[in-house]
């Protein structure tokens, strides 16, 4: 029986679901799959917000910041405390942890679908097994600001590790690992990022019939709201100010954890037919009704978007630091639109009316063949 260990977190929806959809791939007979909320699991002991306040730091990114829409800046400085106050002075304590629970375990292999702790995770296991890092990020975050840069260092995913696996889904994310090690046996880039591969798999559905089951027109375009499973109050202000502006679409919300921002647009009385949904593990049949997205520059929601086949307009008005490169790649591919204001998405709406525009943009995301999840299955395969 061999084992695998999949290290994890709670913070945002991203790394928790690529560790779910790696699981359920890699699963034989012969296998034991255990996944491991690392912060929750190992390290809340070591978390002062949780400790002093009750509220752990996965907890503030989800609640305060993702929701909240903080800054720019105030992420930054976030970061900042959790690399000086968490991981700086705990690396010998997270170093001894890592090797005590190895030891426990005894796996076979580990997988990290994480950043900021692949350093310690690389020197504890020492080589014992195989150790594989699966970027789920599109690419390194590089600090543009020399004040930010001096303060937290650069590499948050990679490790300069000649026997640790670096896989990144994109050419550039590739690249970036291969600055820490240009060994093309161990540095490898994958067809896309891990994703669930219902959004992959072909559907024989009547799309017409579906709409209406939801009561949407079948002469007008269908928008789909997704910013994430904690996505922010941005999305009522957006819902409002494409009402008073008199869209010529219909749009779909999914609202997911944030039952408040639900009960708000459920409540708002729009110009425009519009659909309201809670969490919902039906995304992709969502997808599949919808004519465009509009969301985040999450690389979840970009990834999934594109294995459907589904136009993107990115929400670029308080970008994460290390999302701010998402949506210039998803431009320069061909894959989507960009805006900042509610006039912007109003304009990139209105240039989709056209059935063409639309066709133009789903047969460029098309060309995208992500075959992450089966190319993983092989790697894993081959090394055990």
């Given amino acids: 029986m061999k084992k695998i260990l999949i290290l994890s977190n709670e913070s945002g929806g991203g790394h928790k679901q690529t560790a779910k959809v790696l699981a359920q791939a890699l699963q034989q007979n012969d296998r034991s799959i255990k996944t491991v909320s690392l912060f929750r699991d190992l390290f809340l002991d070591m978390d002062f917000s949780a400790k002093f306040f009750g509220v752990s730091g996965e907890d503030i990114y989800n609640k305060f910041i993702l929701q909240n829409e903080a800054s720019q800046l105030f992420y930054k400085i976030f970061f900042f405390s959790i690399y000086y106050s968490f991981v700086v002075p705990n690396r010998k304590k997270f170093n001894c942890r890592f090797k005590?629970?190895?030891?426990?375990?005894?796996?076979?292999?580990?997988?990290?679908?994480?950043?900021?702790?692949?350093?310690?995770?690389?020197?504890?296991?020492?080589?014992?097994?195989?150790?594989?890092?699966?970027?789920?990020?599109?690419?390194?975050?590089?600090?543009?600001?020399?004040?930010?840069?001096?303060?937290?260092p650069y590499g948050a995913w990679f490790v300069a590790d000649k026997s640790t696996y670096m896989l990144s889904g994109t050419r550039k994310g590739y690249q970036q690992a291969l600055d820490y090690n240009p060994d093309t046996s161990k540095v490898m880039q994958l067809?896309?990022?891990?994703?669930?591969?219902?959004?992959?798999?072909?559907?024989?559905?009547?799309?017409?019939?579906?709409?209406?089951?939801?009561?949407?027109?079948?002469d007008r375009l269908i928008g789909l709201f997704l910013y994430g499973g904690h996505p922010p109050k941005r999305l009522f202000k957006l819902a409002k100010q494409l009402s008073a502006l008199g869209v010529e679409a219909q749009f779909i919300f999914i609202c997911g954890k944030n039952e408040s921002l639900k009960a708000r647009l459920s409540q708002l009385s729009t110009s425009y037919v519009k659909v309201v949904l809670g969490y919902s593990k039906d995304v992709p049949h969502y997808m599949r009704i919808a004519d465009f997205l509009i969301g985040k520059c999450g690389p979840g929601v970009i990834m999934e978007s594109i294995a459907v086949g589904l136009p993107v307009l990115l929400d670029i008005s308080n970008v994460m630091p290390h999302e701010e490169e998402n949506a210039p790649w998803?431009?320069?591919?061909?894959?989507?639109?960009?805006?900042?204001?509610?006039?912007?998405?109003?304009?990139?709406?209105?240039?989709l009316t056209s059935a063409e525009s639309v066709k133009k943009l789903k047969t460029k995301v098309r060309t995208f063949e992500n075959k992450a999840v089966s190319e993983m299955q092989a790697l894993i395969e081959k090394i055990l």
């Fill in 191 to 218: 067809s896309g990022s891990v994703i669930d591969p219902r959004f992959l798999a072909p559907v024989d559905m009547d799309i017409e019939a579906e709409r209406e089951k939801l009561g949407l027109k079948p």
């Fill in 100 to 152: 005590v629970f190895f030891e426990q375990e005894k796996p076979d292999m580990v997988i990290s679908v994480i950043p900021i702790l692949n350093h310690e995770i690389a020197a504890a296991l020492n080589q014992a097994c195989p150790f594989l890092i699966v970027q789920t990020d599109l690419f390194e975050y590089k600090e543009q600001s020399w004040f930010w840069r001096w303060l937290v």
């Fill in 330 to 351: 998803v431009v320069d591919q061909g894959f989507g639109l960009a805006f900042k204001t509610p006039e912007q998405l109003h304009q990139k709406i209105q240039m």
